[in-house]
């Protein structure tokens, strides 16, 4: 048991959602579906009803948390003879629809719901189609992302908006209230499958959509500071996460995050965890030779100078959320439609814009994360949890940001469990991220002047510890670009404790105590 249930959100209302959710007698689960359904209509500047979920889950008593991986697949109609036949290197960024896939938002709620959720699923799905058809007030963040849509099709509802500005999408709550009313299918085969079949021209088909895109499988898992974490196994980037801190954790990493060493041996973590995740990242993917090579990794690191590695490195449309029930049921939970709006295309019958998550995969003829039929791409959520010794639940963490999601997590863990800083100062500190190219999605493929950015507020000795030890550093305004975390903390004694990352400008922490 914990002293209070908690719900830490990018949104107010959102977090409101989840509360109320616990407050009624669901559990974690339950509060997450509805917070996460209410996020696809208020956020869709993040995440939405076409995009993909992540989502670990921890149960009390058992010893191994469950992972839900919710990330679509290409549809059968994937060609990418044809894109390299047109000139195309790399796969699309924004207005093609074929750097969609299936999305498996709704089948990732229904797999949670089947197998841990309480309440009945049209309860938990009614506060979102309430907002989308009643309307809600526009925050800064949408207002200001909308504006990137002027003249898209499909988007004319989310552009002129102020901060404040009434928003209504009916025809989204319409797809919710399929979704309620006939379950998965009534999403995948009702108006919004049908309107991406007919967008996809030859791409996806109906049995693309019958088949469901959420699986349970067996999360991935290293030791770091006194404690055991978790993340999602490929084909999300979680192993990066587990990696930089089990190489960090054997590096003798400075307690106070103000010392430049401690900034050097994160980063140096980080590079030497990432740089052949080109090769390594795919769906199925076995890395378990990396995750127990993080000695010999480790040993390549120096104090006092900046390591070579084989390859070098080169705002995301991703939102985290991470709750916890007064019964310890802790879910760590994150849904995105890739970059920003995705792929700037919605269907047209819902009005649901469409994820870019295709752009994970290769063109590179034979590579195992090729462009192909009914094939996952490589995923950069990263979705993490922190157990004890004993099995118990320490922290519920994630955040938003791209290619920099696990090089984010690792700061706010390093802090907090090696640090013992409160997950409140964790979460506001100042981060460094190494370079992630124009898109947020290069790191690991490009070639930069500039190695790792300083966001604004950091400790003057990060930038002059890095420089002094190779990096080419630069500093940058705070922001999304830094992700939007959450943290959740559950002490020894029960007491939970939440941070939602101020980087939100709405970010809320909503409090259901027993």
Known sequence: MVDQGMVCSVDPLVSGIGREVLANGGNAVDAAIAAGAALTVVAP?????????????????????????????????????????EGHAAMPFRGDVRSTTVPGCVDGWFAMHERYGTRPMPELLAPAIALASGGWPATAMLAKAGGTLAGVAGAEDLVGLDAGSTVRRERTAGALRAAAEDGRDGFYLGDFGQGLVELGKGLFSEADLAASQANWEEPLSAEAFGHRVWSAGPNSQGYLLLLALAIADRLGLPRDAGDPLWAHYLVEASRQA?????????????VSDLLAAAGERAARISADRKAEVPVRQSAGGTTYMAVLDGNGMGVSYIQSNAAGFGTWLFEPRTGIGLQNRGTGFSLEPGHSAEFGPGKRPPHTLVPALVTRTDGSLRLVAGSM???????????????????????????????????????????????????VELEAGRPEAWASGLGERGFAVRDAEAGSGFGHAHLIEVGEDGRAEGAADPRAETGTVAVAPN
């Open 45 to 85: 500047h993040l995440c939405g009803l076409g995009g993909d979920l992540f989502a670990l889950v921890h149960v009390p008593g058992e010893p191994v948390p469950a992972y839900l991986n919710a990330s679509g697949r290409a549809g059968s109609g994937a060609d990418p003879e044809g894109l390299r036949a």
């Open 274 to 286: 990432g740089y052949d995740r080109p090769e390594r990242l795919f769906e199925g993917a076995d």
């Open 401 to 451: 940001g791209g290619d920099s999601q696990p090089q984010i997590v690792a700061q706010l863990i390093a802090r907090v469990l090696h640090g013992g800083e409160s997950v409140e100062a964790a979460v506001g500190a100042a981060r460094w991220r190494l370079h992630p190219g124009e898109t947020g999605f290069g790191t690991w493929t490009g070639e930069y002047e500039i190695d």
